[in-house]
Nanobody, 130 residues
């Protein structure tokens, strides 16, 4: 089992940048595909970015493509990052980190649906102001 703790959220002006971190305790992320989701008030939780278990394939929601980057710390594989640049007002939301344990044979798969993920962090608030 793995516990996830997000950090790095805060208040930023439109056009600014933030980097979110998701730290693991209990186990390395080596066995997991990782995803970032977000939920704005009154809206459903939506997929933002994902990274595969093994070969670091990534995928992004169209709304963040070219602005956000998901990555892992390659040394110990216990932290996943979400670098967010050119932030917009509509990026305001609570951001959640999620982990999906996958076998070696599914190492290139990136789940896109929240129900596919096994573990979740508590979320970190990102507020973009004008």
């Amino acid at each position: 089992q793995v516990q996830l703790v997000e950090s790095g959220g805060g208040l930023v002006q439109a056009g600014g940048s933030l980097r979110l971190s998701c730290a693991a305790s209990g186990r390395s992320f080596s066995y997991y595909a990782m995803g970032w989701f977000r939920q704005a008030p009154g809206k459903e939780r939506e997929f933002v970015a994902g990274i595969s278990r093994s070969d670091d394939r990534t995928t992004y929601a169209d709304s963040v493509k070219g602005r956000f980057t998901i990555s892992r710390d390659s040394a110990e594989n216990t932290v996943v990052f979400l670098q967010m640049n050119s932030l917009k007002l509509e990026d305001t939301a609570v951001y959640y980190c999620a982990a999906k344990e996958l076998s070696y044979w599914s190492r290139t798969y990136i789940p896109l649906l929240s129900r596919e993920y096994d573990y979740w962090g508590q979320g970190t608030q990102v507020t973009v102001s004008s």
